[in-house]
């Protein structure tokens, strides 16, 4: 999907229920805040849009985003550093929670948006700070934004039916997308070189990811759970994972939740020497449905670290059902450990990225 361009101040401010800001240049924070929250008071019960022009923003205290209202960036002109011209700082010394119902720079209500500049979390972790979060709301809407520097989680999805389009977390704490939301679309979103997992999720019911990345995190790539409480399933389309240090792909599950994977590419996983393209829990009760997928190996971009993942896709002792359809493995030891409960046009090899073994078609079982 893509959105036209963002039109000159000028012209926004003469338009209903929209109130531009220019930034104060203080740094503690106190002064951006309070001019970005009472300008979203002023909209009283009513809706409308904080439009922040070009240049650096500091603040001390969570922007809450009152339900139906927008919190938007202006683009600034190709010089900016910014992507977006907008950048968000929260100074380490002078975070508080306050009063907010979470800790996170940006807190979302029902039906609200934010949008369109980069949010620079400068080290807040040690108050335990997320980049955005809801007040367990529904129906939010986050798109273009740069979330780095250090957040607990770049991103935690309280309530349902949230939307997030090419938002990108890098550097997150824990993190960089806490997806649990269920009934929740991600499209093209970015987990980079998080100290934990890219993503993670329990229940994320009747949601989907699209075109959405794991790159060079510390543990897995996408880290999902269900539980037998959950109703319905939810699927990973056209992802991607690349050169995490754990499993590129994890879940477990004592639900009935199905996963679905479909035309998605791995490479690279596992560069810790432990972690695997795949890993299916052995507990995991969830049918598991992979169709049209690559796993390839290799080493980090320079040719140092190990060649990897050393094993494809590991099965758990005794899943409820996994289906491999239009799947090809290559890894460096062993594609597919365990046994699919359907397995139809599985195409295997082994060794080096560079020097693999001649590919094998595994007979379908099904």
Known sequence: MTFPPVPGASLRAHIP??????????QTGTA???????AFASFGSGTGTVLL????WYWNLPVQVPAGCVLAGLQGDTNDIAVYGVTI??????????????AAAVILNADSQASGFNLNCH??????????????????????????NGPNNGVTSRGNTWKAERVTVTQAVTSCFAAGASDSDWLECVAS????HGWTGNNPINSHFLGCRAEFNTGDGFHFTCDATSTGGFSLVSCS???????????????????????????????????????IAANCTSPVLIGDHVIF????????????????????????????????????TTPVSGTPTNNRALATRTGAWNAPSAMTLVADNA
């Open 17 to 26: 229920g929209l109130i531009p800001l220019t930034p104060s240049g203080d």
């Open 32 to 38: 951006d805040w309070k001019q970005v929250t009472n």
């Open 53 to 56: 022009s070009p240049g650096q």
């Open 89 to 102: 700082n929260t100074p380490h010394a002078n975070w508080a929670q306050g009063s907010a119902p979470f």
């Open 123 to 148: 080290f807040a972790n040690s108050n335990g700070m997320d980049g955005i979060t809801s007040n367990n709301a529904s129906n939010v809407h986050i798109r273009d934004i740069c979330i780095y």
């Open 193 to 196: 070189a998080s100290q934990s």
């Open 241 to 279: 994972t690349d050169r995490n240090a754990g499993n590129g792909i994890s879940f477990s599950s004592t639900g009935t939740a199905p996963l679905v994977i479909s035309g998605c590419t791995q490479r690279r996983d596992g560069s810790a020497g432990t972690g695997n393209g795949i890993n």
């Open 297 to 332: 190996p290799g080493f980090n971009d320079d040719g140092s670290g190990t060649d990897t993942p050393i094993t494809g896709i590991v099965i758990g002792a005794t899943p409820t059902y996994v289906s491999l359809v239009n799947v090809m493995v290559h890894a460096v």
